[in-house]
C-alpha cells in the first residue's frame, strides 16, 4: 500500500540501547508467516512460535497461515493458539498441489525414490519429502490461503531466533525494492541435485536470459583448460530417465541440455537455506519463475533425483533476479537444527560467506564493501546487542 513508502524516516527505532518497546504503529505489510508441518511436529512448532513471538511478532502480530496436506487435529490448533495472539488460519493442502503429477508414471516414480533410498540419500527414499520440496518449489504461493497477500515469511518446525527483531522487515524490504531475503547460505549435497544445474541453466540459455550478476553466484567457472574436459564429463552424465513420461506429458517440454553453450559451467552448489525466507509471492507468481518451475518439473527431477527447493528458489533467483533484488538479513541471529548464523559473532559490515565472493572482481568487491550491491544498509542496530546465541 501507498502509505507505507510515504514513511519519511529511513529505519524504525530499535532499543538496543534501553528497555522501550519498537514502534508498533506504522503500518503493516500484506504479509503472513508460512508454516507446513503435520501434526507430529507439535513440538518443533511450538518452539519455532515462542521463539518468532518472543523476539518479533509479539509487537508486529503478523498472522500465520498454517498449511498441511492432512489435516491439523484440535491438539495442534489449539495448542499454537496458545502461544500467540496474532491472527492464525489453517489450510488444507488439495491433491493438486501436493500429488505426482498426471503426467508421470507413479510405477516408475516409486521406484526412482526406493533406488535413491537405497543409496542413502539423505531423505532420497522418503515419498512425503519429495512431496514437500516440490511443493515448496512451485505450489505453495498458488495456495488459496495466501492469494490476499504480497509477502511471507517462511516459519518451520525447530527454528530458533537469538536476537530480538525490532524493526518490520517487510517494510524495510519494501523501501529498498527487495524481493528476496535470506539469511544463511550454504553448499548442498551433491547427490541430491546431480543435473538441476544443466536444466535450470538450459531453461537459461533457450530464453535468452543474460545474468543481472546473482547467477555467478551458483556457478563455478573452469580454468580455460579444464573446460573441455567438463564438457566431456557434463556429456557423459547420465541424462534424467525419459521413463517417467507417460502420453499425457508431451513434448517440447525440456530443452537440450547437451548443447555446447553451456560452456562447461557447473553448480558449485551454493543455495539460499529456505526454510527461513522472506520474499516477495509476486516474484513467485511471475510468468517467468513459473515456466522455470515447470520446465524444472518436467525433467522429473523432484522425483528421479531429490531436488530442494532451496536450490529451485536459488537458481531460479540467480536465473531471474540481480544481486540488488536480494536482501541479507545479516542481523537476524538463526538456527536450524545444527546450522545457525550469529549477528554477535558476525561485523555488520562483514561480507556474505559465499563462494560468489571468490569469484567478483576487485571492483565488484568494493561496492560489496560499500553495501550498495549485495544488502541494503543494516538498520542501526549495535551488532549482536541482545543476541544470545546458542
Ligand atoms: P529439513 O529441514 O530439510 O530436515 O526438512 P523438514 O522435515 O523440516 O521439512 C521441511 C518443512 O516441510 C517443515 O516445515 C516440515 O514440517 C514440512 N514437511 C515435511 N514433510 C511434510 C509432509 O509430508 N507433510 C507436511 N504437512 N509437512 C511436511
Ligand atoms: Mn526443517
Not at 26 to 42: D, G, M, Q, T, W
Not at 86 to 112: M, N, R, S
Request: proline share 7%; net charge negative.
Amino acid at each position: 500500500p501507498p502509505s507505507i513508502l510515504k514513511i519519511s524516516e529511513k529505519y524504525d527505532k530499535v532499543f538496543a540501547t534501553g528497555c522501550l518497546d519498537p514502534p508498533v504503529d506504522k503500518p503493516r505489510a500484506n504479509a503472513a508467516f508460512v508454516v507446513l508441518a503435520r501434526n507430529k511436529e507439535l513440538d518443533g512448532v511450538l518452539q519455532s512460535i515462542k521463539s518468532i513471538e518472543r523476539h518479533f511478532n509479539r509487537w508486529f502480530h503478523y498472522p500465520y497461515v498454517f498449511l498441511n496436506d492432512g489435516d491439523f487435529n484440535s491438539t495442534f490448533k489449539e495448542a499454537v493458539l496458545n502461544h500467540t495472539s496474532a491472527p492464525v488460519e489453517w489450510g488444507k493442502i488439495t491433491p493438486d498441489l501436493w500429488d505426482f503429477p498426471e503426467w508421470a508414471e507413479p510405477a516408475v516414480v516409486k521406484e526412482g525414490i526406493q533406488k535413491q533410498g537405497d543409496a542413502a540419500i539423505m531423505y532420497g527414499g522418503m515419498e512425503s519429502y519429495h512431496h514437500m520440496c516440490r511443493f515448496y518449489s512451485g505450489f505453495f504461493y498458488k495456495h488459496e490461503l495466501l492469494q490476499k497477500y504480497e509477502w511471507y515469511w517462511r516459519l518451520e518446525p525447530e527454528i530458533k531466533y537469538f536476537c530480538d527483531i525490532t524493526y518490520d522487515p517487510f517494510i524495510h524490504m519494501i523501501r529498498e525494492n527487495k524481493t528476496y531475503g535470506f539469511t544463511i547460505a550454504v553448499k548442498e549435497l551433491k547427490e541430491t541435485v546431480p543435473n538441476i544445474f544443466r536444466y535450470a541453466s538450459a531453461y537459461k540459455r533457450t530464453n535468452n536470459i543474460t545474468s543481472q550478476g546473482l547467477w555467478e553466484m551458483f556457478v563455478e567457472k573452469p580454468e580455460e583448460d579444464e573446460t573441455k574436459l567438463l564438457k566431456d564429463d557434463h556429456k557423459s552424465k547420465t541424462p534424467l530417465p525419459q521413463g517417467i513420461l507417460n502420453s499425457e506429458r508431451g513434448t517440447g517440454a525440456l530443452p537440450d541440455i547437451d548443447s555446447d553453450s553451456m560452456e562447461g559451467e557447473t553448480y558449485n552448489m551454493c543455495h539460499f537455506w529456505s526454510n527461513f525466507e522472506i520474499a516477495k509471492l509476486d516474484w513467485f507468481r511471475s510468468k517467468e519463475y513459473n515456466d522455470f518451475f515447470e520446465m524444472m518439473d518436467r525433467s522429473g527431477g523432484f522425483w528421479m533425483e531429490r531436488w530442494g527447493d532451496a536450490p529451485i528458489h536459488s537458481l531460479a533467483a540467480g536465473a531471474l533476479l540481480g544481486p540488488s533484488d536480494i536482501h541479507y538479513f545479516r542481523d537476524f541471529g538463526y538456527r536450524h537444527t545444527t546450522i545457525q548464523h550469529c549477528p554477535a559473532n558476525a561485523p555488520a559490515r562483514q561480507l556474505p560467506r559465499i563462494p560468489y565472493l571468490e569469484t567478483t572482481t576487485e571492483d565488484e568487491k568494493k561496492r560489496l564493501e560499500e553495501d550498495e550491491y549485495w544488502a541494503s544498509p543494516d538498520p542501526p542496530r549495535e551488532n549482536g546487542v541482545g543476541c544470545r546465541c546458542k
